[in-house]
């Protein structure tokens, strides 16, 4: 079973703003990881992986596989080098590398003349139960694809695995078809953590009609705030999908035209869920709410209930309570001043008098339905 008392912690990513600075310059995040490359080299029938940290890498493995069409996988931002070099080899507006090293944007689809740039939202839960929000960028220019990637985490495994087994189009579809099946598979990890987003939901609202106590709020609350994000992710994407379905750029074939409309869709049907679950988490918070008042008012009709009932008793009690002489100082009896002192048995009937108030009050109580449901 979860554990529910764990505070699940955010990875914000804020962007280190220099007032004044250059449009295009390439500042690298203080906490930016040295980059690990990987490239991808692949035909019809022949598939060619070399990894390394530098240019070169990428060189080298362009010049060797010249008939190949090239996924140039980049883990880490830390190279202000590396990002430059690209930049200069594919001639690259400086705008654009700016785009990739700041990782505070929201996903978007640029068409420029020979090369199309796109980015997107990764998420992830690490094993610290962090909610990890990070940047995933994409060059797709002549036959190859530049991805970026803030994190060493291995997002697209899926993706490579499918590049080994070379089945389908992937192989053969182009540079357009990676960039696809890579978005593709971001929105299918939104699925996935919209599952365990569900899950937990549903755990919460169980616990609330079983044992309700405030940990549910927070939970709730918590539960709102990574489907907030989720949204801010999910929301613009639908808008990129659907500039990449109406782009005229040639890299952008009308194949993987047709594989993003299922993409465009697959979109909706993620932000109708988180929709669906924003709503059932503020109701669960409302409907803990209202049992607390609920509980609350049933505590306070109990208490009314004791104070109507020995209101009456209480009065009783005060007036026989005052401490008026039946005496005066030359011994005389006065009248007026509670006779009842003198009466045989007037504690016995004072007691029975109370009682028989108490009873008739609760009977009067019972029948206009008070007690139900204490």
């Known amino acids: 079973m979860a554990n529910y008392n764990k505070r699940i912690r955010y990875k914000n990513k804020w962007r280190n703003i220099k007032v004044g600075e250059s449009p295009g310059t390439i500042a690298i995040p203080d906490d930016a990881v040295k980059p690990r490359i990987a490239v991808f080299s692949f035909n019809q029938t022949d598939l060619q992986i ?11 493995q362009i010049k060797k596989c010249t008939e190949h069409t090239h996924w140039i996988k980049i883990n880490g931002l830390g190279d202000a080098a590396l990002i430059e070099s690209i930049g200069s080899l594919l001639n690259i507006n400086h705008l654009v590398l700016e785009d990739v090293v700041n990782t505070h ?7 420029y003349d020979d090369y199309v740039f796109g980015t997107s939202r990764i998420i ?37 695995a499918r590049l080994q087994a070379g089945k389908g189009s992937i192989r053969t579809a182009g540079p357009g078809y990676i960039f696809y099946a890579l978005t593709d598979t971001i929105l299918d990890n939104y699925f996935v953590l919209l599952g365990n987003l569900g899950d937990q939901i549903d755990q919460t ?25 989720i949204r801010r992710a999910c929301w613009p994407e639908r808008d990129k999908i659907n500039d990449m379905i109406r ?11 047709v594989y993003l409309r299922d993409a465009y869709d697959h979109c909706i049907q993620a932000m109708d869920l988180i929709e669906s679950y924003k709503e059932v988490t503020s109701s669960l918070i409302d409907l803990y709410l209202s049992m607390v008042s609920n509980r609350m008012n049933e505590i ?14 209480t009065f009783i009690a005060g007036i026989y309570g ?10 005389h009896v006065i009248s007026d001043n509670m006779p009842e002192l003198y009466l045989h048995h007037g504690y016995i009937y004072a007691l029975i008098l109370m009682l028989a108030i108490g009873i008739i009050q609760l009977i009067i109580f019972w029948r206009k339905g008070w007690f139900n449901k204490l």
Do not use: W
């Not at 070399?50 to 080298?60: A, L, P, R």
């Not at 944007?105 to 068409?111: A, G, H, I, S, V």
């Not at 405030?214 to 489907?227: G, P, S, V």
């Open 205 to 229: 609202e169980d616990r609330l009609y079983k044992s309700p106590d405030k940990t549910i709020m927070f939970e709730a609350q918590q539960l709102k705030r990574m489907l907030i994000a």
């Open 50 to 60: 070399s990894e390394g940290s530098d240019f070169k890498t990428i060189t080298q």
């Open 300 to 313: 306070m009709k109990v208490l009314t209930i004791i104070s109507v009932i020995f209101i009456p008793l």
């Open 247 to 257: 782009s005229e750029n040639a890299l952008i074939t009308k194949e993987v035209k």
């Open 105 to 111: 944007q929201r996903p978007k689809f640029d068409e």
């Open 322 to 331: 005052m401490n008026f002489s039946r005496e005066d100082t030359h011994g």
């Open 124 to 160: 992830y839960f690490n094993k610290k139960d962090e909610m990890v929000n990070c940047q995933f960028s994409a060059l797709v220019k002549d036959n190859l694809i530049i991805s970026f990637e803030e994190r060493h985490y291995n997002y697209f495994g899926v993706v490579e």
